[in-house]
């Protein structure tokens, strides 16, 4: 045998099945950019960059080896701009074989949505009513710390939606990013039957993803809210489907 195929044999030797998750935040929406705003549970769509950037991020997988007939289940969360991306980077993985994936294999939760950010929510970030109103360390806390929760949403509020929370910290929103992988996204991982090596791909948002990311790496609270997440760049983590 060639040198090469000498290690091609030694690499397949060595390599260990593993369960692949690919997590992806959705493109830019119309409140991202120059004048963000406090979105949180806000259906707001993405803009035409966001998508470009979620079709981008489609080719960049199927380019590394992930066309969408290898994703055997997707998840994302209620809110239309991390569905349409996951709708968008799976058709752009799967390229010129279309059928080769279905908008079946979708599935939404809403414990995937963004954190809420409670009366803050539809307010430019730097708006200087709520510099003035609040000051800027309480306003810096809400927004980077594990356990200060913003002012809550009451019913006058523009953006308020009766069963929705009114408020979160992202300590909040981690218990029940961190429940939904327990209940839903690893038993799909990790699903007994069907092999070993299983492909899911997460399409949700800055701090649903912050979150679990903090959770699998046991990253110290006080460093969770420095994880910067960008807008539809993949973030792969593989598992031994044995240890998970």
């Not at 991390?82 to 059928?99: I, K, N």
């Not at 799909?188 to 070993?196: D, I, M, S, T, V």
């Not at 949700?204 to 969770?224: I, P």
């Amino acid at each position: 045998a060639t040198a090469a195929t000498q290690r091609t044999t030694l690499r397949a030797a060595h390599r260990r099945d593993v369960s692949t998750l690919i997590l992806l935040r959705h493109g830019q929406s119309v409140w991202n950019g120059a004048d963000a705003r406090f979105t949180g549970w806000c259906d707001v769509p993405l803009t035409v960059k966001g998508r470009v950037e979620a079709v981008g991020a489609g080719q960049l997988l199927r380019e590394r080896g992930f066309p969408a007939k290898r994703v055997d289940v997707a998840f994302t969360s209620d809110l239309e701009r991390a569905h349409e991306t996951c709708e968008l980077a799976l058709a752009s993985m799967a390229g010129a074989q279309q059928d080769t994936w279905h908008s079946d294999r979708i599935r939404r939760d809403t414990r995937l949505n963004e954190r809420h950010y409670g009366s803050l929510q539809g307010w430019t970030k730097a708006d200087p009513d709520l510099v003035q109103g609040f000051g800027s360390d309480l306003l810096l806390s809400w927004r980077r710390t594990m356990h200060a929760r913003p002012p809550p949403m009451t019913a006058q509020h523009p953006h308020y939606s009766a069963g929705h929370p009114t408020t979160e910290s992202l300590a909040d929103c981690q218990e029940r990013v961190v429940a939904c992988w327990d209940a839903r996204i690893a038993p799909a991982l990790f699903e007994e039957g069907h092999g070993e090596e299983r492909t899911v791909l997460l399409a949700a948002h800055s701090n649903t993803l912050r979150a679990l990311m903090a959770s699998f790496d046991e990253v110290h609270e006080t460093n969770v809210p420095q994880l910067h997440v960008p807008n539809s760049v993949p973030i792969i983590y593989r598992f031994d489907p044995a240890t998970r």
